[in-house]
């Protein structure tokens, strides 16, 4: 019978992390994803879930597109027939990368405008199953989702053109 000492678990176990943390740092060096939100969280504290609601942040080369449901206080109310929700389609905007190999996570940070508000826009990920996007508006208040990373499919990328 063939038994691994917690030695061999860990040396494992840290082989594993590091093979998911370079698939995601491929993914996001190809910038051709896609966040897909599971979760809302408002700055009141509130969790809404997203499951059920279709919503999508994709990188594309050098442009962004969001359409993501919003649960929050506007300031300034300039599109009243607007979907609500934060929509943008714009070309990226001082687009960062910040690699952290010691704890396996990445940080990307852009820029993003649409008629009516600017957004910051903030992606941390330490795998493709555990992302977040907090997004800072003009206008709003700001909130964070929490959800998936992966790479565009042919559907998606075809909308994002």
Do not use: C, H
């Not at 998911?20 to 969790?47: C, H, M, V």
């Not at 990226?92 to 952290?100: E, F, H, Q, R, S």
């Not at 996570?105 to 820029?111: A, D, G, M, P």
């Not at 800072?136 to 559907?155: C, E, H």
């Amino acid at each position: 019978m063939f038994s691994q000492t917690k030695a061999e678990k860990k040396a494992a176990k840290k082989e594993r992390e590091m093979q998911e943390f370079n698939i995601l740092k491929s993914l996001i060096d190809s910038k051709i994803y896609t966040f897909e939100a599971t979760w809302a969280l408002t700055q009141g504290g509130g969790r809404i879930n997203l499951m059920t609601n279709p919503n999508f942040m994709t990188i594309n080369n050098d442009d962004a597109k969001a359409e993501l449901p919003y649960f929050g206080v506007v300031q300034i109310m300039t599109n009243y027939g607007g979907s609500g929700g934060i929509t943008f389609e714009d070309p990226l905007t001082d687009y960062k990368v910040t690699y952290n190999e010691k704890k396996r996570n990445i940080l990307v940070t852009f820029k993003a405008n649409n008629k009516t508000e600017s957004f910051d826009v903030t992606l941390r990920a330490s795998g493709t199953e555990n992302a977040s996007v907090n997004i800072n508006s003009t206008n709003r208040n700001s909130i964070t989702y929490q959800g998936n990373l992966k790479l565009i499919d042919n559907n998606t990328q075809q909308n994002t053109n």
